[in-house]
């Protein structure tokens, strides 16, 4: 296993970063707030397919964290992240702490419009200025070729794909499937919260969204039906809806129905006791 670079300040991330550069090797970057499980790993695996170099950011964004919400308790373990980024191949971790990132006096901040206002957007209001801000500074100071994101977080992805074409960041944002358990439960670090009883009513949305989408498959077409599928999965199992919607796959703008050769995303967010999760699938699914 080689050894991994930790950097702490973006002065010493900036320079090693742009070593990377001088030397003609090809930077890719994943940005995670940590608690890491094999979803992010496997971004870690295909950064290596595409880049000579990865670099890991570590940094759990006070910004894209509403008062209300679970800033102070999400799942925090560096020295266990570290050693699975080195298990990974990756090259170095970026671990900063807020202070670094946010200094006295900091007030500039980033917002990507429409498709930042609905699903968590609506829900989580400010949570996407928090994202784009903080991807923003982290394409600005490592200034990767790529950048690589999990579907799971679907809109976080198209926002930050319309983030880096909009200001023309010169990198590369690719999307990766949203790797899950065998039961089919989407990994998320927040799984950390569940309970056995729990873990178990989470699966109510994996199963809701594989029910849409083998009923689309059997020709089932309009929305509402869909979404219907994923909301009796989620009553029977007693776990609260925030949303589930269908969509436009790029433009995240609701559709009444799957029209064919037209791309769509089933997309659930729900509280399982305390813990909000979310999952999304493509419809018609891939493959098909």
């Known amino acids: 296993m080689a050894t991994l670079t930790v950097l702490k300040t973006p002065r010493e991330a900036a320079a090693w970063a742009k070593r ?4 003609g ?16 790993l496997s971004l870690v695996r295909e950064g290596l397919r595409r880049a000579d170099v990865v670099l890991v950011s570590i940094f759990v964004n006070p910004t894209q964290f509403g008062p209300t919400e679970d800033l102070a308790r ?3 373990d560096l ?3 570290v050693a699975k980024c080195a298990e990974a191949g990756a090259a170095a971790v970026y671990a900063p ?10 007030q500039t901040y980033v917002e990507v419009g429409e498709l930042s206002q609905g699903l968590c957007g609506a829900r989580r209001p400010g949570h996407f200025r928090g994202v784009a801000t903080v991807v923003t500074k982290l394409f600005a100071l490592l200034r990767p070729h790529v950048a690589l994101f999990g579907e799971k977080d679907y809109q976080q992805l198209q926002v930050i794909t319309a983030l880096a074409q909009d200001l023309e960041l010169g990198v590369e944002v690719v999307g990766m499937p949203t790797v899950r358990e065998p039961d089919g439960l989407a990994m998320s670090s927040r799984n950390r919260y569940l309970g056995a ?23 089932v077409r309009d929305a509402e039906s869909l979404r219907k599928a994923v909301r009796d999965r989620l009553d029977a199992a007693n776990v609260k809806e925030d949303y589930v919607e269908l969509v436009d796959a790029r433009t995240l703008k609701p559709l009444e129905r799957v029209e064919t050769g037209h791309a769509a995303r089933l997309l659930v967010a729900a509280f ?4 909000r999760l979310i999952d999304n699938v493509p419809v018609p699914r891939e493959g098909t």
């Open 197 to 219: 009883e729990d873990r178990r009513r989470a699966l109510s949305l994996s199963q809701g969204l594989f029910d849409a989408q083998a009923q689309e498959a059997r020709g």
């Open 79 to 81: 020295e266990g992240d």
């Open 20 to 23: 990377v550069r001088r030397a």
């Open 74 to 76: 999400y799942p925090r």
């Open 272 to 275: 399982v006791g305390a813990t």
């Open 97 to 106: 702490e807020p202070g670094m990132v946010y200094p006295p006096g900091y």
């Open 25 to 40: 090797q090809r930077l890719a970057l994943v940005p995670t707030m940590g608690a890491l499980h094999e979803g992010h």
